[in-house]
């Protein structure tokens, strides 16, 4: 959009639409103090709760005129800019672009004006005014009707799907051919673009520009939670049964993508879980939680959480008679918590398609499986049932205020004649 300086000025000369909105700001001593943050922040949101858009910083309005961002002013305006996208805008994820540009204006004079490009959010951002969004060159409070609407697109309940939406801050050049490759069949005559843009990888967002989708950020680039915040999972083995900073034996934020994750904290598990050792008379080891049900509980937490819902990671917290997993969304759909056994439903379809061809990195898996996730919808009866049969107990799961889904599993006691604990 407007990708030159000189196509810039044009729009500039034409005035204010959809995508473009002029400000000519006012200072009191190094600050910004005209237009007021909140007023701003309403603009910003209402962008972004729209479409792509840019702004023109040091533009009159009215006039059209070129007034320019005083030298001296621009790192305090930068400032300013991302005070506001910060601060003021729920939730804050509102990455916008800013540059300092030098332009020459009909007086034959060099000014420079901050261009700050403000992509289409996959969220909905609300301001210090309420939820606005853009029609024309004005912005307006949505009606509940419109809000329920956009956050049906954009939130829980979508009519299209969060996983396959533009991350529109993303550059395509941030997916990595070796992470994407596997998922080429090597019949494939495509070239790379087009089979990133068939798989939905790659996306065309409104604008028609082409950038990464949710689930290429999460499947093929390195570290997804550069774009996605809260794509990552928070680990935490605790030395008793509470939730105490003081007992923390060992934590981290596993990273990565999605498949990635799953490695490592089935890995993370097994390092800290207690493995006991009985002689009956030869040495059986007992671990402290069947890890196959560990596999299929990590599997579903990436796959089947909201990744809509911002500053909510999966959390994976161990203690020594119990594992919890908290995975960010409401149930999907009208499954509820009895029929979690009984029906499949995949609140990301593409995502469940993608770690569908994922090999099991595991050599000690014990299960019939050869990839990631299974269509066959067996993963809750193996995580109940494989549990039951070790520690004697059916694992819970718990709906949170609708915002999260906990699993528990209960660990193994520790039997009367066990030897000893060891650490894999």
């Known amino acids: ?55 023109v910083l040091g533009v009159e309005d009215g006039t059209r005129t070129v007034l320019g961002i005083p030298l001296d002013k621009l790192d305090a305006v930068e400032t300013w800019v991302r005070g506001i996208c910060n601060d ?70 979508r009519l299209i799907r969060f996983d396959e939406q533009s991350v ?99 890995e993370f598990v097994k390092k800290n879980m207690r493995v006991y050792a009985v002689k009956e008379p030869a040495r059986r080891e007992i671990p402290q939680f069947a890890m196959q049900a560990v596999f299929e509980a990590l599997v579903n937490a990436v796959a089947h959480r909201d990744y809509s819902i911002q500053n909510s990671k999966v959390r994976l917290h161990m203690f020594a008679d119990r594992l919890e997993i908290f995975s960010p969304g409401a149930i999907p759909n009208t499954m509820t918590i009895e029929s979690l056994p009984l029906r499949q439903v995949a609140r990301n379809e593409l995502l469940t398609s993608l770690l569908a061809r994922c090999p099991v990195p595991f050599a000690d898996y014990k299960g019939d499986r050869n990839f990631l996730m299974d269509k066959r919808g067996e993963g809750v009866p193996i995580i109940l049932s494989e549990s039951k049969k070790l520690s004697g107990r059916v694992p819970e799961y718990r709906q949170i205020d609708d915002t999260e889904l906990l699993l528990t599993i209960f660990a193994k006691e520790r039997p009367q004649e066990a030897s000893g604990t060891t650490k894999q």
């Open 168 to 266: 529109t801050t993303a550059p395509r050049d941030c997916l990595d051919k070796a992470l994407w490759e596997k998922f080429k069949p090597p019949y494939s005559l495509d070239s790379d673009e087009d089979f990133l843009l068939k798989l939905k990888l790659l996306t065309q967002d409104d604008d028609g520009k082409i950038c990464p989708s949710v689930s290429g950020i999460l499947m093929a680039c390195r570290q997804p939670q550069e774009f996605l915040t809260n794509a990552f999972i928070q680990a935490v083995a605790y030395r008793g049964t509470e939730r105490n900073a003081a007992y923390q034996e060992d934590a981290r934020d596993i990273v990565g993508p999605l498949d990635v994750q799953i490695e490592e904290a089935y």
């Open 1 to 55: 959009m407007f990708e030159t300086t000189d196509e810039l000025l044009k729009q500039i000369r034409l005035g204010e639409d959809s995508a473009l909105e002029l400000k000519n700001l006012k200072y009191k001593g190094d600050q910004v103090n005209d237009p007021h943050r909140d007023s701003m922040a309403n603009e910003l949101a209402a962008m972004a709760n729209t479409a792509n858009g840019v702004f």
């Open 88 to 157: 003021l805008i729920t939730p804050p994820q509102l990455f916008c672009r800013i540059r300092k540009i030098p332009v020459v204006v009909e007086d034959g004079v060099e000014r420079v004006i901050i261009r700050v490009d403000v992509p289409k959010s996959l969220y909905v951002h609300k301001s210090p005014g309420g939820y606005y969004h853009r029609i024309g060159s004005s912005k307006r409070e949505m009606t509940p009707d419109v809000l329920a609407r956009l956050f049906q697109q954009r939130s829980q309940v």
